[in-house]
Nanobody, 129 residues
Framework: QVQLVESGGGTVQTGGSLRLSCAVS????????MGWFRQAPEKEREFVAA?????????YADSYVKGRFTISRDKSRNTGNLQMNSLNPEDTAVYYC?????????????????????WGQGTQVTVSS
């Protein structure tokens, strides 16, 4: 199992940007995938973006983040990133990175919470109007 530590959350005004990072430690193989989810108060955890560590599969929550958020990874540093631009108050939530070390998930399964077997502690993102 891997361990994940997020960083980079904070408070920004509408239209601002933040970059979240997720440091990965532990052993993982070539089928590793990282996802980002978020959870606002009194709402269910929802998918934001995910990618296979190879970079072959990249998926976004098209309806509310595509075009504004960009997922990436730095293999040399074992770090995943989520660049968030044009933030609005609806983006306010705790953001979690998650790791999948099982199987070889396809794009549709990367959107599912149950695909992931390790989770970070979460980082708060607050967007003020």
């Amino acid at each position: 199992q891997v361990q994940l530590v997020e960083s980079g959350g904070g408070t920004v005004q509408t239209g601002g940007s933040l970059r979240l990072s997720c440091a990965v430690s532990g052993h993982f193989g070539s089928n590793f995938a990282m996802g980002w989810f978020r959870q606002a108060p009194e709402k269910e955890r929802e998918f934001v973006a995910a990618m296979s560590w190879s970079g072959i599969r990249i998926v976004y929550a098209d309806s509310y983040v595509k075009g504004r958020f960009t997922i990436s990874r730095d293999k040399s540093r074992n770090t995943g990133n989520l660049q968030m631009n044009s933030l609005n108050p609806e983006d306010t939530a705790v953001y979690y990175c998650a790791a999948s070390t099982r199987g070889n998930p396809i794009a549709s399964t990367l959107r599912r919470v149950e695909t992931y077997d390790s989770w970070g502690q979460g980082t708060q993102v607050t967007v003020s109007s």
